[in-house]
T-cell receptor, first 113, second 115 residues
């Protein structure tokens, strides 16, 4: 079945460091891929998405490229801020009968000043 | 433009009681999804509903759990005879269409604690 695998956290970085959070997926069809962010005590917020191979999603300095050949959708940011501290979830929607999402287990990011 | 509204934010129930969780989707959204998040884990799909219809409930436990989305009013996730293992955060999401590239919009969740 479809699934998403993320690198385990927590990831601890200093402010202005470069961020990479790895995400790989398994899907039978041609999924859409998403990154969501969850701040403490809140729900998930859509960060960015990509709907086909080689698409790049970007938002708030974050970006991720849909790589079909490596089945990956790694999240990157060139210079993190303390306010980026949160849990990041990679997800796919498999284009099956309905808009069913599969989520990774989440990666907690701590950014220190 | 209100987002997805869930209430209550926190719910405490004793073992054996019933829990009712409510969700009002975003304006204009008729597709509602419920997810459960256990501590330190990702979200697990439970059920997908459209107005008055359950479309897919493959993630719902077979017993004690039920969901509805009536013609009028919010979607309700109901857990009967709660047990400690039901303690989790329950998130509702909505989307404008059922298209696979239509993002889900999440509420802030209901955190259920069973004592």
């Amino acid at each position: 079945g479809d699934s998403v695998t993320q690198m385990e956290g927590p990831v601890t970085l200093s402010e202005e460091a470069f961020l990479t959070i790895n995400c790989t997926y398994t899907a039978t069809g041609y999924p859409s891929l998403f990154w969501y962010v969850q701040y403490p005590g809140e729900g998930l917020q859509l960060l960015l998405k990509a709907t086909k191979a080689d698409d790049k999603g970007s938002n708030k300095g974050f970006e991720a490229t849909y790589r079909k050949e490596t089945t990956s959708f790694h999240l990157e940011k060139g210079s993190v801020q303390v306010s980026d501290s949160a849990v990041y979830f990679c997800a796919l929607s498999d284009g099956g009968d309905f808009n069913k999402f599969y989520f990774g287990s989440g990666t907690k990011l701590n950014v220190k000043p | 433009n209100a987002g997805v509204m869930q209430n209550p934010r926190h719910l405490v129930r004793r073992r054996g009681q019933e829990a009712r969780l409510r969700c009002s989707p975003m304006k204009g959204h008729s597709h509602v999804y419920w997810y459960r998040q256990l501590p330190e884990e990702g979200l697990k799909f439970m059920v997908y509903l459209q107005k008055e219809n359950i479309i897919d409930e493959s993630g719902m436990p077979k017993e004690r759990f039920s969901a509805e989305f009536p013609k009028e009013g919010p979607s309700i996730l109901r857990i009967q005879q709660v047990v400690r293992g039901d303690s989790a955060a329950y998130f509702c999401a909505s989307s404008q269409t059922a298209s696979y590239n239509s993002p889900l919009h999440f509420g802030n969740g209901t955190r259920l604690t069973v004592t």
